[in-house]
């Protein structure tokens, strides 16, 4: 497949999604609306997180670009006086990028439980610093006002679909971005180096500089799904950076699998039905059903929830109709073939 349908048949397929759902949300609730929203923006963080999963490493800090782009999205408004969704989003994401960018580069030098625990720390530093932060509204938090969308104030009654329209129509651009580029030479490569580093280091390429890069893009999906989140709550707090809110996304992208980028939001989607309902019916053991649905999950599913619709290895190079990904193995014997032989030079 070409490097022009690579980029172009994800982003049909995903304009096509963003239309249909777009018509199915005039027929849902407000309350369905904005459990969809907030389904969206946990989806968002957790695909950002797949990036790196799929280059072998697992951050227990994905909280940290999550909250800073929820309190730039906030703070955005009485200090910079934006009152624009959209460029809400986009700073939301610019700023967990750019602190990102400066901890890449230290970060990418380690692997395993080390990078897990550092990512984890940090989050948890700036958890201290914003409960701490009395301007900020410490431990409390701050409400934000409801922004203009594209310079269009929703009113109460349309406020919800809205919102709905802003978040799919942004998550059909990231998912389209990140169909491409898993099945991209680079996207390829973080594969090879789940598999097998030191080959790849051999190729020719850097591997601490292709982990950094993900780790500055998965931050910058974190900041977009947490400025979602913020708008759509109209609050922000410190908690967005606790620990558990970083738990809460390792399910997520675990549940969800790395070989289906469809399979990242409808894991989401299902994991918030699960745990509203859950609540619902069970107020006291709500906790206990939603782990049992976890466990069940991890148990049945072990490659995730896409691997439902997208079983055997794949060989394609390119994404499919569903948003599948190319996950194949890498071959022991050497390369001579492919993209991975065009990025070494072959």
């Known amino acids: 497949m070409s490097t022009r349908s690579a980029v172009l048949r994800p982003l049909a397929v995903a304009a096509l999604v963003v239309a249909a759902l ?6 849902l609730p407000s309350w369905l609306l904005f459990l969809s929203t907030m389904a969206i923006a946990h989806a968002v963080v957790a ?35 934006l009152a624009d969704a959209v460029w809400l989003l986009i700073l939301g994401g610019i700023t967990a990028g750019v602190v990102a960018a400066v901890f890449g580069p230290l970060l990418s030098r380690y692997r395993g439980i080390f990078f897990a625990m550092l990512t984890l720390a940090l989050s948890m530093v700036l958890y201290g610093l914003l409960v701490k932060a009395t301007p900020l509204g410490g431990s409390d938090g701050l409400n ?6 594209l310079g269009v104030e929703p009113t109460a009654e349309t406020a919800d679909y809205a919102l709905f329209l802003l978040a799919i129509v942004t998550a059909g651009i990231l998912s389209a971005i990140a169909a491409a580029h898993f099945n991209s030479v680079r996207g390829l490569m973080s594969l090879a180096v789940k598999e097998n580093e030191l080959r790849v280091e051999y190729m020719g390429a850097s591997v601490r500089s292709m982990m950094a890069v993900n780790f500055v893009v998965a931050a910058v999906y ?13 609050h922000i707090e410190p908690t ?27 894991a989401s989607l299902i994991l918030e039905l699960v745990r509203s309902f859950a609540n619902l019916y069970f107020p006291e053991t709500w906790q206990l059903a939603l782990g049992a649905f976890l466990l069940a999950v991890i148990l049945f ?11 055997g290895p794949a060989s394609r190079r390119g994404p499919a109709a569903d948003g599948s990904v190319a996950d194949g ?9 492919g993209p991975l032989a065009k990025e070494s030079g072959r």
């Open 22 to 27: 777009a018509a199915a949300g005039l027929a």
């Open 222 to 234: 974190g900041g977009i799904g947490g400025a979602l989140a913020a708008i759509a709550l109209g």
């Open 144 to 149: 934000i006002a409801r922004p203009a969308i």
């Open 301 to 311: 599913l072990p490659k995730g929830i896409g691997s439902i619709w997208h079983r």
């Open 240 to 266: 967005f950076a606790y620990w558990t809110t970083s738990g809460e996304i390792v399910f997520l992208a675990i549940l969800s699998g790395q070989v289906s980028v469809v399979a990242v939001f409808v």
């Open 47 to 81: 695909l950002g997180l797949v990036f790196m999963m799929r280059g072998g490493l697992v951050s227990f800090g994905q909280g940290l670009p999550f909250c800073l782009g929820a309190y730039a999205a906030g703070l955005a408004g009485p200090w910079l006086g």
């Open 329 to 337: 193995p890498v071959t022991d014997g050497p390369v001579t073939d």
